[in-house]
């Protein structure tokens, strides 16, 4: 059922509605979408967009330089920044204690994320966007795995 809310003393509105669900015997998977109306991030249109302030929640990317070690942004599903600077999957970030592992291929290229959640879920990063020079920008969600190995993609 769609809600809405006006924050005071800014009157910014915000909508959020769920016009797609589905219950397996196991997990709900379903659809969302979020309008913010002091949203400050840029949609990108060549990729993935929705228009300014809509997010939803199977957009997911982390910003990168294409390093396989370097400071990363992940943007969250329906909104949200999240810097990670330890990319090796040891140290947790400090404000919601999820772990980054970079993946690299056998000759030491970026071939994607993964994400470490507490209860054992984790989140893949395997869509790899390379702009005009080949070095990879962004990395989206391809995979959701909860903490039994079940899988949605």
């Given amino acids: ?5 006006v924050n005071e003393p800014n009157i910014d509105l915000r909508l959020h509605d769920e016009p797609l669900a589905y219950q397996s015997s196991v997990a709900r998977v379903s659809f969302q979408i979020d309008y913010w109306q002091r949203d400050d991030r840029t949609p990108e ?5 929705m228009g300014v302030g809509w997010e939803c ?8 330089d294409g390093s396989t070690n370097d400071t990363v942004v992940l943007y969250g599903a329906g909104g949200g920044e999240i810097l990670f ?4 999957g040891t140290a947790p970030n400090y404000y919601y204690n999820l772990r980054m592992l970079s993946l690299a291929d ?12 507490p ?4 989140d893949v990063y395997g869509f790899l966007v390379t702009n005009i020079s080949g ?3 962004k990395a989206y969600l391809s995979q959701k795995m909860d903490a039994h190995g079940r899988t949605t993609r």
């Fill in 1 to 5: 059922m769609p809600d809405w809310k």
């Fill in 106 to 117: 056998t000759i030491g290229n970026l071939s994607g994320f993964e994400v470490y959640y």
């Fill in 135 to 137: 070095t990879v920008s």
């Fill in 45 to 49: 249109t060549n990729v993935f967009t």
């Fill in 85 to 88: 600077t330890n990319l090796d």
């Fill in 57 to 64: 929640s199977w957009k997911s990317y982390i910003a990168t």
């Fill in 119 to 122: 209860s054992g879920a984790k």
